[in-house]
C-alpha cells in the first residue's frame, strides 16, 4: 500500500508525475496518444525521470465527449497492467472519474486514483477507502462537454476561495467514507470550468486553495498559456509550462503533473545543484 504522504516524504522533493494518455484524442497529443504506444511513451517517461505514472484511458479535455467505463478499462487497464510488469518499482495513478474503472486499477496494482471529477461518482471514495489508496481530488462542476459554458465559470466570491471551498467539502467527503487524510491531495482543476484569466488568478493564489505541500497541479501545455504567449499549439507550450512548473516546484507543491518530464526533471536538478553551490 502506497501512503501519500510518506511517499512524498522519502522522495524529498517535488514529485514529477508523467502523463501516460491512452485515448487516442489527447488535447495535445492527437493520434500521438493511441493506446498502442502508451506502453512505450511510459517506459521512456520513467527513463526520463518519472516519479509517478498517470495513466488515463478518457480525454478530459474541454468539449470532449464522455466514454463507457468498460471502453476506458479496455485502454488503460492493459496499458498499466504491461507497465507494472516492466516497472514493477514505478507508483502508478489512474486518471479516472469512474468509480469502476478506479475499482479495475487498484485491482491490477494501481497505488493513485486521480480523480478530475471531484467524486462526482458516488462510488468513487468507498472504493478508494476499500482498497486504502491514495487520491487526487481534481476541482471539477460539470462534465468536459460543457465544463466551459458560461454558468460553469462563474466565481463572484473569488475563483480560489471558491475552488477551496469546494474542494474542502469534497475531501470531506472522502474522509467519510473511509479514505485516510495522509492519502488525500487537492488538484486546483486549472482549466476545468475556469477562463484563462481565471486559470492565473487561481495559480497566484494558490495558498488559498490549500498549503501547496498537499497539492498537485497540473498545467502543462494547457491553453491559458498560450492566451499570454501566443502560441497556439499545445504541444509547441514546453518554455511556458516549465516556466510555471518551476514555480511550483520552488514553492514546493507536492506532485506536478507533466507530459514534458525529461525537461522538468533535468531543470529541477540544476536548479537545485545551483542552489546548493550558492549556499556553500
Known sequence: MLVMQDFLRQL???AIMGIVNATGD?????????PESAVDRGCALAEAGADILDIGG?????GAGEISAETEISRAIPVLKELKKRLPQMAFSIDTRHAAVAAAALEA???IINDVSMLSDPEMAAVIARYQAALIIGHFRAAPEIMQNREYCNYPDGVAVTVAAELAAAKKSALAAGVLENNIL???GIGFSKTAGQCWELLRDLATVAPLPALAVGISRKS???????EKEPAKRLG???AIELELASAK???IRTHAVRELHNALSVATYFRRLKEK
Open 224 to 230: 491559458f498559456l498560450g492566451w499570454v504567449s501566443g
Open 240 to 242: 511556458e509550462s516549465l
Open 253 to 255: 507543491t507536492a506532485i
Open 12 to 14: 524529498g522533493r517535488t
Open 109 to 111: 496494482g494501481a497505488q
Open 186 to 188: 487537492l488538484d486546483p
Open 26 to 34: 489527447s488535447f495535445s497529443e492527437n493520434a500521438d496518444s493511441a
Open 58 to 62: 478518457e480525454s478530459t479535455r474541454p
